[in-house]
């Protein structure tokens, strides 16, 4: 029996960083300064705390400065909407992350909402999600672009195939759905309403899942010599009693004979993430100095 080609996001992940570290390079001669992440962390989710050392890390290796911002957990909106603002205000920085999920007294949306769009390199304030709809520039959200990266490097040109996202978030399912669309692919989303997703999932010719739970999609629900995009990172215990390991929402080792392609998890989309991040940091630093944006990134 055949075996899906396993996508390597890492390597991927790690070409792109490359890429990204020689623009950087450019970027400082021409203008004497390093591009500027800032990261901000409310409350300390350990998960949280891995994501942003590894961003933190990565920003660095990269050559960019990376400003982190660590607020306590009970921190009011006022006060980190306050931060926002300043970030906003500051010329050294040009990219801003707010780590999500934010805890329970803070609005999101308010929060997503003031960071300045031209320096939302997440591409989650309304104003980047409307020039992702209309078609215009603006900064889209690393996880989907990611995925569309590995997508392309993969298949080619996606025109006429048939795409399910499984999940609609405003972080990856609905972005997704519209790169794709950008694709001309035929899209279609799924969600936890959606009626017999087995047979939905079973027309795809792409197959992205970002839901949540651990191997939700089964392998015998593919249809044979789909590409399939795993996003999801799920915790679970590992045989080892005491041990954890991460899995994602396809129950890989049975997508395996079926599928063509398939990203694991870890190292498919998750460096990825991570390394458009970065991406999209040089971009911003390179439109708010007026200077072109390197190619190939
Ligand atoms: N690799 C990476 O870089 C990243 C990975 N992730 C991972 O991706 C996964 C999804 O994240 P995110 O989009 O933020 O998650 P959310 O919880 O925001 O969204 C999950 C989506 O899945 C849908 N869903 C839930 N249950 C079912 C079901 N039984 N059948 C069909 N659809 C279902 C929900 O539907 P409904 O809308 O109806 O509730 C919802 O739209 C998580 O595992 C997360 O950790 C996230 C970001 C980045
Ligand atoms: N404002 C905001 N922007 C985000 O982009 C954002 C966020 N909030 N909140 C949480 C999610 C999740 N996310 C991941 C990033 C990297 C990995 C990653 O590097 N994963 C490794 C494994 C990491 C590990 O071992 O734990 C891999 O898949 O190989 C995973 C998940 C970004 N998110």
Redesign the pocket.
Known sequence: MSTAAIIDGAGFAAGLRARVAEGVAAFRERTGRAPGLAVVLVGEDPASQVYVRNKGRATAEAGMVSIEHKLPAETSQADLLALVRELNADPSVDGILVQLPLPAQINENAVIATIDPDKDVDGFNPVNVGRLASGLHGFVPC?PLGCIMLLKDRLGDLSGLDAVV????N???KPMAQLLLKENCTVTI?????RD?PAIVGRADIVVA????PR?IRGDWLKPGATVID????RVPADEPGKTRLVG?VAFDEALPVAAAITPVPKG??PM?IAVLLRNTLVSACRRERVPVPEGL
């Not at 996003?231 to 799920?234: L, R, Y």
């Open positions: 996880t499984v999940g609609r978030s972080i990856v399912g799924a969600h936890s309403r959606t997703l970002a839901v949540g739970r939700m996003v999801g990172i799920n929402d989309v998750g993430t």
